[in-house]
């Protein structure tokens, strides 16, 4: 069954994804959507190194809900910096020390961040082991790497790297 269906949940999130890019709910689409969720999963399965596992769903569940609320907060607070004037950030490198080890829960890291309006991985240290970000705001860059830790790091180690890890 894994050789036919490699990614079960990748297949299903790309049908939704397709359904929601079309706008519209037909049988057409969702056979077309459902056919693209299995064929790009199929196609693609011998570049994913590991399999994906997601150890906590409800953590998965919460943290989709942090994320998206930090992207309209985000989006408010960089449209408010702009409206105030240049002259008025305070831009800043900030390193993280990441205690993630896998690639694909540090890939997932790096893109929320990137994704979060006002911030921007912009390196990753060779040892993975560090990540560098760029923020448009801060006056406090301690308190900028709790928050990433906090809100970010710790609820993708619970779901995709366990407790025990």
């Given at each position: 069954?894994?050789?036919?269906?490699?990614?079960?949940?990748?297949?299903?999130?790309?049908?939704?994804?397709?359904?929601l890019?079309?706008?519209?709910?037909?049988?057409?689409?969702?056979?077309?959507?459902?056919?693209?969720?299995?064929?790009?999963?199929?196609?693609?399965?011998?570049?994913?190194?590991?399999?994906?596992?997601i150890?906590?769903?409800?953590?998965?569940?919460?943290?989709?809900?942090?994320?998206?609320?930090?992207i309209?907060?985000?989006?408010?607070?960089?449209?408010?910096?702009?409206?105030?004037?240049?002259?008025?950030?305070?831009?800043?490198?900030?390193?993280?020390?990441?205690?993630?080890?896998?690639?694909?829960?540090?890939?997932?890291?790096?893109?929320?961040?990137?994704?979060?309006?006002?911030?921007?991985?912009?390196?990753?240290?060779?040892?993975?082991?560090?990540?560098?970000?760029?923020?448009?705001?801060?006056?406090?860059?301690?308190?900028?790497?709790?928050?990433?830790?906090?809100?970010?790091?710790?609820?993708?180690?619970?779901?995709?790297?366990?407790?025990?890890?």
């Open positions: 069954m894994r050789r036919l269906l490699p990614h079960p949940l990748l297949t299903v999130t790309l049908t939704v994804l397709w359904l890019l079309v706008n519209q709910l037909s049988a057409g689409q969702l056979v077309l959507g459902a056919l693209l969720g299995w064929l790009i999963p199929f196609a693609t399965s011998r570049f994913w190194p590991d399999v994906i596992r150890r906590h769903p409800l953590a998965l569940l919460r943290y989709l809900v942090v994320f998206i609320y930090d309209v907060r985000g989006s408010f607070q960089v449209a408010w910096l702009i409206l105030r004037g240049p002259t008025r950030l305070r831009p800043a490198f900030v390193q993280i020390p990441l205690v993630l080890k896998r690639d694909l829960t540090i890939s997932l890291l790096a893109n929320t961040i990137s994704l979060t309006p006002g911030t921007v991985s912009a390196l990753l240290s060779e040892d993975k082991r560090t990540l560098i970000v760029h923020t448009v705001d801060t006056n406090d860059a301690a308190a900028l790497v709790a928050e990433i830790k906090q809100r970010y790091e710790a609820p993708l180690k619970r779901i995709f790297e366990g407790e025990e890890d």
